[in-house]
């Protein structure tokens, strides 16, 4: 007599022949790239955001159908916070729009791996320039690490 052979158990609910299971990225450890030299590792990140106005118009002839175009892009203001660090690069950037000659550059913002080597993804900001800065609370008291915040805008964003 032929001896069965025991079922196979699904892993993580999954129906067999599926791929395996991918974790998402985590949203932490992100480093800034200026001028192609690594320049503030930060641990937050907002703003990144692209969006398209929808301009609305009727064809003549069909008053009851409201049709779209796209319009103009807007690309979000995006805050960088960061570890205090002894980099002037960012500093010296920012006191050339403080001066009234924002200083126009193409930087990266890069998405590194958990354990915080190898590029996981890249955002590449064009014609960026900084538009804020505010500086680390100092308290001789706190425990807490000196985090401050870098805010810039660009004119395009691209996912590399």
């Not at 196979?8 to 974790?23: F, L, R």
């Not at 998402?24 to 990144?48: H, I, M």
């Not at 993804?121 to 807490?144: F, I, M, Q, T, V």
């Amino acid at each position: 007599m032929a001896e069965a052979t025991p079922p196979e158990a699904p892993t993580n609910g999954a129906p067999k022949g599926v791929g395996a299971h991918a974790d998402p990225y985590r949203a932490y450890n992100f480093t800034l790239e200026l001028d192609g030299k690594v320049e503030g590792y930060f641990t937050s990140c907002c703003g990144l955001e692209v969006s398209v106005e929808p301009i609305q118009y009727r064809e003549g002839g069909d008053g009851r159908t409201v049709h779209f175009l796209a319009g103009p892009v807007d690309y979000g203001k995006i805050t960088l916070k960061y570890g205090l660090s002894d980099s002037k690069a960012i500093w010296d950037w920012l006191m050339s729009a403080v001066g009234g000659t924002p200083q126009r550059k193409d930087i990266s913002l890069i998405m590194q791996g958990p354990d915080g080597a190898g590029e996981r993804l890249r955002w590449n900001l064009y014609d960026s320039w900084p538009c804020a800065w505010r500086g680390a609370p100092l308290d001789a008291l706190g425990k807490e690490i000196a985090i401050e915040s870098l805010t810039v805008v660009c004119e395009r964003v691209e996912r590399a």
